[in-house]
């Protein structure tokens, strides 16, 4: 029978206070090889974002979900285990490192930082998009740098890094403390924006496009101000089953060198996207394309040295 993405994310939902307080147990207890448990369930399950456009996020009432990690999911699951049924679980940031740990999830789809805290838990693909974390502020805003967020109210996502990159940025200005507002997800995030109740919404530059892209007129709002920071970002699973990460950088690497993964960037990236057919305009910076030509999965903390 096949399972709806409400029922998932009530599942979800439901697991997450248990996996909070007994993920690291639960893991240790997860000893299947990722690969033998997908062959034998016949399933394989992805952990995708509802509203984390254009990394991964959900299409409407018919609960298809799409974007460049869910299409990058998609692809290593066809390739490494071609027989197994697809199943789509609707997680937060909160929630889906406990969920990868204790093998509910079988691949985490969502724009997930790589970071060396984050590795002692899970383990990552080699890196398939760099961010730089900027903020969104409405048009009429006067805000331009990072350098003005003393005393302001700023939206962040509950889970994300940018919470952690507000207070670094708080401790350098001194004076006036940031105030931060925290949405449950990053829809939430930008309502706080949309209403008035935050001066900016602070994030991934390809996730504040892509919410802008989707919102109710796109004209609102601008993404201003120096990068907070850079960050890789890449698919996770279970940090214990080096073969399962052998296979899925295999297909990945394989991807990145028969220029295939640049035409599926470009797809996201440059191209009209839906629900609304609009482009954000990030063409492949340089820092990827690198990466493109030799992967790897260096952690956040290499970016910054």
């Keep these: 029978m096949a399972i709806s993405r409400k029922t998932f994310t009530a599942l979800a939902a439901g697991l997450t206070l248990a996996c909070l307080t007994t993920a690291p147990a639960l893991a240790q207890t997860v000893t299947q090889p990722t ?12 952990g995708v974002r509802e509203t984390s456009p254009p990394m991964a996020y959900a299409l409407g009432a018919n609960e298809k979900y799409v974007g460049y990690h869910v299409e990058l999911c998609e692809r290593v699951l066809k390739e490494i285990a071609p027989d197994a049924k697809l199943e789509y ?18 691949i985490g789809c969502g724009p997930t930082t790589n970071n060396t805290a984050r590795q002692q838990q899970v383990a990552f693909a080699v890196t398939t998009y760099v961010s730089e974390v900027r903020m969104a502020v409405r048009k009429d805003s006067d805000l331009k740098s990072i350098n003005q967020l003393a005393g302001r109210t700023i939206a962040a996502s ?26 449950k997800d990053h829809h939430e995030s930008f309502l706080l924006l949309e209403s008035g109740r935050a001066d900016a919404f602070v994030l991934d530059d390809n996730l504040l496009a892509g919410m802008i892209a989707n919102s109710k007129d796109p004209s609102a709002y601008r993404i201003v101000g120096e990068p907070l920071g850079a960050e890789p970002i890449a698919l996770l699973f279970r940090k214990d089953d080096p073969t399962f990460k052998a296979a899925v950088d295999g297909v990945l690497t394989k991807l990145m060198q028969s220029g295939e993964m640049e035409k599926i960037y470009t797809k996201w990236f440059v191209n009209p996207i839906p629900p609304k057919n609009m482009s954000l305009n990030l063409p492949l910076g340089t820092t990827l394309r690198q990466l493109f030509a030799t992967p790897n999965d260096k952690p956040l903390e290499t970016y910054q040295q």
């Design 89 to 106: 679980m609707a997680v937060t940031a909160q929630n889906t490192l406990p969920l990868v740990q204790n093998g509910t999830l079988d």
């Design 35 to 46: 690969l033998e448990k997908i062959k034998a369930s016949g399933k394989a399950v992805l």
């Design 158 to 183: 509950t889970g994300t890094t940018a919470v952690q990159l507000l207070r670094k940025q708080e401790r350098v200005l001194g004076g006036a403390p940031i105030k931060t507002v925290l949405g």
